[in-house]
C-alpha cells in the first residue's frame, strides 16, 4: 500500500481546479448551464405579433379571396388582429362571401390561437 503524502512544514501545495475538455474552449461568459428565469412579458407580446402579422400575411395573398385578388393590407391586418384578439371586428362587410375557404380557415386558426392565449395568459396570471 502506497504511502500516503504528507506536506512538511515550509512545502507550498497548489491546486489544480478539475475542468471539463470543452469548458476550456468556450470563454467564461458563456454558459451552457440553463438559467431559471421567469418567462418575460416580451415573449408573449412577440408572439402575438407574430401571429398577427402572419396571419395578415395570408389573408392578403390572392388565394385567400374568393375573387382571386389582393386583399388590402390594412384590411387584412385589421381581421388578423381582431381575429387573434377574440373581438370578432371587421372592415369587410361579408367576410363569408370575401373570403375563400383557405381565408376561412386561416381566420378560424387565428381565432382559436388567440382563444388559447387568452386562456394562458389567464391561467398564468391566476397562479401567479
Known amino acids: 500500500m502506497p504511502k500516503r503524502y504528507r506536506p ?12 471539463k475538455p470543452w469548458r476550456v474552449l468556450l470563454p467564461p461568459e458563456i454558459s451552457l448551464s440553463p438559467k431559471n428565469r421567469p ?4 415573449i408573449l407580446i412577440y408572439g402575438f405579433a407574430g401571429m398577427i402579422l402572419i396571419g395578415a400575411f395570408l389573408l392578403m395573398m ?9 386583399t388590402p393590407f390594412v384590411d ?3 381581421t388578423a388582429t381582431s381575429a387573434v384578439c377574440v373581438t370578432g371586428l ?8 370575401h373570403f375563400s ?5 386561416v381566420i378560424l386558426i387565428l381565432i382559436q390561437i388567440g382563444g388559447f392565449g387568452f386562456m394562458t395568459s389567464a391561467t398564468i396570471l391566476l397562479i401567479a
Not at 418567462?39 to 416580451?42: F, G, K, P, T, W
Not at 390572392?62 to 389582393?70: L, Y
Open 8 to 19: 512538511k512544514p515550509g512545502d507550498v501545495t497548489h491546486r489544480v481546479s478539475r475542468v
Open 39 to 42: 418567462l418575460s412579458l416580451a
Open 62 to 70: 390572392p388565394f385567400s379571396s374568393k375573387a382571386g385578388e389582393f
Open 76 to 78: 387584412a391586418l385589421f
Open 90 to 97: 371587421n372592415t369587410i362587410p361579408d367576410t363569408a362571401a
Open 101 to 105: 375557404p383557405f381565408g376561412q380557415l
